[in-house]
């Protein structure tokens, strides 16, 4: 369990459309003038719980750094408002914009999006009609589809994008997901977006130090798009999946670089 005064962390509820939203917010260390300010958006699914730790040491870290952030559960998710099952994906939009206007409320400087798989995408698509100075996605998913097939059942998936109508045993790892949220996810490719402000790619490697086919294709498309790109490969564990909760220091150390004293 975080020690909430060490840390100086603020957990509280945001009150949003259909219910409240937890977050916490780590304010920029007393002694640093703020830099900015940064939204943390998580994974899908249990993946979240698996990464709080991480997402916990690098809010942390760039609170050190001199930056106010704020890690929001979206709707259904965590200890927010509703079950997983009512998520909607233009719902966790409107959450992230919303936990932007209240640290821009905040007056800390420009606003960051830092998303983390699946919250990588969702980092892209708010970032398109907000202020935003820059995205850091870690481990970013490419593919909302094939990054739905990893979760769903083989021929379960094709059943559930096929049908219009919400069923209760649609599930993803034990939680239910609507038709229309697995929809949305299926429709979604980074290759879609173009991001107009700076991008940070942080993603693992494999031994050799290369980045997976898919990712190295992608990232050749933005660069030739005209996308202000900067990759930083990583060896580092999969902390987001497996039955342990893994601190990944090659990835904290990867991003604090970016983040020069």
């Known amino acids: 369990m975080m020690d909430v005064s060490a840390t100086g962390v603020q957990p509280f509820f945001l009150p949003a459309q259909g219910g409240q939203r937890y977050c916490l917010y780590h304010p920029p260390a007393p002694a640093r003038r703020p830099r900015g300010a940064i939204v943390y958006l998580h994974p899908f699914a249990e993946e979240l719980n698996k990464s709080r730790r991480m997402a ?3 809010a942390r870290a760039f609170a050190a750094a001199g930056y106010g952030v704020l890690q929001i559960d979206l709707h259904g998710c965590g200890d927010s408002s509703g079950d997983f099952a009512d998520a909607r994906w ?5 959450d992230a914009a919303q936990a932007c206007d209240w640290l821009r409320a905040r007056e800390l400087g420009p606003i960051s999006l830092w998303g983390l798989r699946l919250g990588a995408l969702l980092a892209l698509d708010a970032s398109a009609g907000n ?6 996605l870690w481990q970013p998913i490419i593919s909302g589809r094939q990054h739905l097939r990893q979760f769903l059942r083989t021929g ?3 059943r559930m994008l096929a049908d219009s109508a919400p069923d209760a045993d649609d599930e993803v790892a034990g939680y239910r997901v ?7 996810i299926d429709a979604l490719d980074a290759g879609h977006f173009r991001p107009g402000c700076p991008v940070h790619w942080f993603e693992r490697t494999a031994a050799d130090g290369e980045l997976p086919p898919a990712s190295a294709r ?4 933005w660069h030739a798009a005209g996308v202000t790109l900067q990759v930083h490969p990583v060896r580092s564990a999969a902390f ?22």
């Open 56 to 58: 916990a040491l690098q």
């Open 90 to 94: 233009p719902q966790w939009r409107s």
């Open 131 to 136: 202020d935003v100075e820059a995205l850091f």
């Open 156 to 158: 379960h998936a094709a």
């Open 178 to 184: 609507a038709p229309e949220l697995a929809h949305a």
């Open 218 to 221: 992608h990232l050749t498309a």
């Open 240 to 261: 987001w999946a497996g039955t342990d909760i893994v601190d990944c220091p090659a990835l904290l150390a990867a991003t604090a670089a970016v983040f020069p004293p």
